[in-house]
Every structure is written in C-alpha cells, then in structure tokens.
C-alpha cells in the first residue's frame, strides 16, 4: 500500500476565545500569527503559512485533521477512495488559500478529515523571535473515535495510512504515513474527538522551560515530562484556553524499514504491570489524560 498520506497538514479548531488561545499559542508554545481575515486567525511554529487554523465561532470544538499528501496526483488518488471506504466527501476544494489542492471528508463516526497538498513553506523563515519554547513543526494529532478499527480501515484504504502498534483492545492505536514517523496519528477509543494536539520539539531542554513558562501563565502541566514506550519520544501535556489539549514531543522514532515492519499488539494491560509497557519513564498518565476529550464540532 502507498503511503498517500505523509504527515500532518494543519488542525483546524473552532475557539471562542480566540485572543486568548493566540497569547498562549504565541507566548508558550512560541507560535507566530501568520494571518488573520475571513474569520480566522492562522498560527505557525515555522515557514508554513499556517499549522493551527483557529475559526472564529460561538464554541469550543475540534473542526478538521488535516493530513498533507506530497502531490496533487496524491491527493487525487486518496480522494478516489473515500466511498469504497464507507465516508463521504465533503468538498472537492481546498479548505485555505495556501494550499494548491484539497478535500475534506467525513467519516460516519463523526471525524472531518481534509488531505491536503502541502501548505506553503518558506524554507528561510523557520524561526523567528519568540519568548515562547519555540515548537519545531506540529508533528502528530490524537483523536478519539468510538470505533478505532473502523476509523484505521477508512484511514488505510484513503490515504494508505498503516498501524505501528495498539493495545489489545483498541483503546489506544497508532498509525504511521509516508514520512515514517512511529504515529502521524494516534486514535483513543471514546465519543469523537481530538486527544491532543502534538508539536515537534528539536531541543530537548525546552522541556524545563516549558513547565517555567507554565509556570509563570500559572498553569501546569497535566502530564510529563516522560518517555512513551509506543514511539518512545519525550512528552510533555498542558490544556490550551480554548480546552484543547496540547503535547510537546521530541524524539519519536521512525520506522523506516517499512516492507519488514509488523505492528507491534501491547497486550499487557493492567496496572501496575503494564506502566513500564506504556512509558520508558515519567509517572504513568494521570485519570485527567486518560479521560480527556476535546469534541469534535457537530457535521452537517
Ligand atoms: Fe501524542
């Protein structure tokens, strides 16, 4: 199966309070506003135009995953397949202007999905000056589906998206695309929703100075820092003003030797005996992470 889907393209939120989610956005995880017209405020950790679409709206909710496909052919392809998968296509468009092509579907558990072409990148603006812990790229999103292997066979079929590992009883699963990292995607088995929203981080250190910051916005983090086993990358989570949930990730492992590779089944679930299978180390995930939903909008 081709990879048609290669990393996270974008996420898309509606927020009610929007200057507040921008100051965190900015001031914590070190975001820059790249634009903001047409009832929306766009935000970027680096040259892409935008990674977190805020909508302007009366709620609080997730609106759409965006997925990147590296081509217009790509993006096509997966568009093919969205009825043999049971879902429905939404639109033939692309959802921003700095996108040359795309299309949203939804799937019948409640999840908007749109696959994207790349968004446009300045190569030469990566960083800019910021207090924040500078975030290197939004890097994986996990949501939360009342049927997780439902919501991996619609993912397979569409944008060739593969499982890397999942409990035993689909609680928790993770898929990987074309740039090869452990999960672009993870899934939670509950009401339709988005888990956390994740950036990349390529320094380590920043973690410190994420719980300083926190610290000084008189918040917490809720979970972290700590190593996950399942794609044993250091975490870190806190709660956004909107009440998303946002992860600070570094190191995730690739899997790059993808024709050998077989997902891995964590079939030990019990506490405590299962806290060394779900973390290399850290505290193992509080009840408030476990349980955490961020909704996803009503469709339609
Ligand atoms: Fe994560």
């Not at 081709?2 to 309070?17: D, F, P, S, W």
């Not at 040259?47 to 805020?54: Q, S």
């Not at 993912?155 to 590992?165: A, D, H, N, V």
Request: hydrophobic share 40%.
């Amino acid at each position: 199966m081709t990879h048609l889907v290669h990393a996270i393209g974008h996420m898309k939120i509606n927020t009610n309070v929007v200057d507040a989610v921008v100051r965190e956005s900015t001031e914590i995880l070190g975001l820059k506003v790249t634009h903001k017209g047409d009832g929306q405020t766009w935000l970027s950790s680096n040259g892409r135009a935008v990674e977190l679409v805020l909508v302007h709206a009366d709620e609080n909710s997730a609106h759409t995953i965006g997925l990147e496909a590296l081509t217009v052919d790509a993006v096509r392809a997966a568009e093919a397949n969205v009825a043999s998968a049971g879902c429905t296509v939404v639109s033939r468009e692309p959802s921003l202007s700095c996108m040359a092509a795309g299309f949203t579907f939804v799937t019948p558990e409640g999840l908007r999905f749109e696959i994207h072409t790349p968004i446009r990148d300045d190569l030469a603006a990566r960083r800019h000056p910021t207090y924040g812990v500078s975030a290197n790229r939004m890097d994986h999103i996990n949501l939360l589906t009342p049927d997780p292997a439902a919501t991996r066979r619609q993912l397979e079929i569409i944008g060739g998206l593969r499982l890397s590992e999942r409990l035993v009883n689909d609680s928790l699963s993770w898929m990987y695309g074309g740039n090869r990292q452990h999960h672009i995607l993870g899934l939670v088995k509950g009401k339709v929703g988005v888990h956390h929203i994740s950036f990349e981080f390529l320094d380590a250190s920043q973690f410190i100075r994420l719980g300083d910051t926190l610290d000084r916005f008189d918040k917490q983090m809720l979970w972290g820092p700590g190593r996950h086993r399942p794609g044993d990358n250091v975490y870190s989570y806190y709660i956004d003003p909107a009440g998303a949930m946002i992860e600070c990730s570094s190191g995730m492992s690739l899997i790059a030797d993808d024709a050998n590779f077989t997902a891995n089944v964590i079939t030990n679930l019990e506490r405590p005996g299962n806290v060394r299978a779900m973390n290399v180390w850290g505290t193992p995930a509080p009840l408030e992470w476990r349980e955490f939903n961020f909704p996803f909008a009503q469709l339609g």
